[in-house]
């Protein structure tokens, strides 16, 4: 899906935030080129068709949200053989391209054989890239996420080039190493180092806020492809803003907060997370960008009320 010519724009998973009802809306919003899905934990057990059905509604509809933006999923785990299951049964069920996460920095997660901690063993990783990619069609891209390694940010060299020798399609790399989790500061200058040394296409992330911001990752790295996350919830503005920069497809974007909000809970529909989601995204874009309703919001008891309190 991601080829070395062709500039990109994805939306980063964000695991409670980034969910299908937020990848509607994004789509919705016509800047990005694919959404990465919120990981699916794979750990004693393959997963099941029901879990990819509840927590991937786009399998439904092609894999592309209802607005139309591509879905890729992603699964997190440190099983082979249990990784490629899974990953078959997302194939069996419509997706047309799965990521693997070696990345996620979370305690929980880390301690159970998953996300960043995959990073201190290089050869794992290539093993669960490996089993992932050799389980499906070659028309079904297989990326991988990784963090700059554990503790030292020169390990990307290593882990990047073991996903690029099991298989992976693309790497998305996030600029911080595990131990620093989202602390700064970002390194991205290791990102374009792998770039220069692997022939596939290399995904810049981390600490993207402003179109500055995005000038400097570029000029660091020599990207063509990069991810966001927090800062284009912080932003609104920013996913178009480094869209034109890109060169993509993308509307002149005329927004105001009430009716993102407004946006999101009729993609939720009648989703019983809805106002959870909406204090996160509350809470994320206060803190980091300009939102200046959280105070009014945050003890909001039902969606009406969030909104109401935001007039």
Same mark, same amino acid.
């Given at each position: !899906?991601?080829?070395?010519?062709?500039?990109?724009?994805?939306?980063?998973?964000?695991?409670?935030?980034?969910?299908?009802?937020?990848?509607?809306?994004?789509?919705?919003?016509?800047?990005?080129?694919?959404?990465?899905?919120?990981?699916?934990?794979?750990?004693?057990?393959?997963?099941?068709?029901?879990?990819?059905?509840?927590?991937?509604?786009?399998?439904?509809?092609?894999?592309?949200?209802?607005?139309?933006?591509?879905?890729?999923?992603?699964?997190?785990?440190?099983?082979?053989?249990?990784?490629?299951?899974?990953?078959?049964?997302?194939?069996?069920?419509?997706?047309?391209?799965?990521?693997?996460?070696?990345?996620?920095?979370?305690?929980?997660?880390?301690?159970?054989?998953?996300?960043?901690?995959?990073?201190?063993?290089?050869?794992?990783?290539?093993?669960?890239?490996?089993?992932?990619?050799?389980?499906?069609?070659?028309?079904?891209?297989?990326?991988?996420?990784?963090?700059?390694?554990?503790?030292?940010?020169?390990?990307?060299?290593?882990?990047?080039?073991?996903?690029?020798?099991?298989?992976?399609?693309?790497?998305?790399?996030?600029?911080?190493?595990?131990?620093?989790?989202?602390?700064?500061?970002?390194?991205?200058?290791?990102?374009?180092?792998?770039?220069?040394?692997?022939?596939?296409?290399?995904?810049?992330?981390?600490?993207?806020?402003?179109?500055?911001?995005?000038?400097?990752?570029?000029?660091?790295?020599?990207?063509?492809?990069? !991810?966001?996350?927090?800062?284009?919830?912080?932003?609104?503005?920013?996913?178009?803003?480094?869209?034109?920069?890109?060169?993509?497809?993308?509307?002149? !974007?005329?927004?105001?907060?009430?009716?993102?909000?407004?946006?999101?809970?009729?993609?939720?529909?009648?989703?019983?997370?809805?106002?959870?989601?909406?204090?996160?995204?509350?809470?994320?874009?206060?803190?980091?960008?300009?939102?200046?309703?959280?105070?009014?919001?945050?003890?909001?008891?039902?969606?009406?009320?969030?909104?109401?309190? !935001?007039?």
């Amino acid at each position: !899906m991601l080829t070395l010519d062709t500039p990109a724009l994805l939306l980063a998973p964000m695991d409670g935030v980034t969910d299908a009802s937020m990848r509607a809306l994004q789509g919705e919003q016509g800047a990005f080129t694919l959404a990465v899905s919120e990981f699916l934990r794979v750990s004693a057990e393959p997963l099941s068709r029901k879990v990819f059905r509840r927590d991937i509604p786009e399998l439904n509809t092609d894999c592309r949200t209802t607005t139309g933006l591509p879905v890729q999923i992603q699964l997190l785990g440190g099983n082979p053989e249990r990784m490629a299951l899974s990953a078959q049964t997302a194939h069996a069920l419509g997706a047309n391209s799965i990521d693997l996460n070696f990345g996620c920095p979370a305690a929980t997660v880390n301690r159970h054989d998953g996300g960043a901690s995959l990073l201190q063993y290089p050869q794992r990783i290539r093993e669960i890239v490996a089993a992932v990619r050799g389980a499906l069609p070659q028309h079904v891209a297989v990326s991988a996420k990784l963090r700059l390694g554990w503790d030292d940010i020169n390990s990307i060299h290593e882990n990047a080039a073991m996903a690029a020798e099991g298989g992976a399609s693309w790497i998305t790399i996030h600029a911080r190493t595990k131990k620093q989790g989202y602390a700064p500061p970002v390194y991205w200058k290791p990102i374009g180092q792998v770039r220069e040394a692997l022939n596939i296409p290399v995904v810049a992330n981390g600490d993207i806020w402003t179109l500055d911001d995005f000038k400097r990752c570029r000029q660091e790295t020599g990207c063509l492809h990069y !991810m966001l996350g927090r800062g284009a919830l912080a932003n609104p503005s920013l996913s178009h803003q480094v869209a034109g920069q890109l060169g993509l497809p993308h509307r002149t !974007m005329d927004w105001d907060w009430l009716t993102l909000f407004r946006g999101l809970v009729k993609h939720a529909q009648a989703s019983g997370r809805t106002l959870l989601r909406l204090k996160q995204w509350g809470k994320m874009a206060s803190t980091f960008g300009d939102f200046p309703y959280f105070q009014a919001v945050k003890l909001s008891t039902s969606v009406d009320e969030f909104l109401e309190n !935001m007039v």
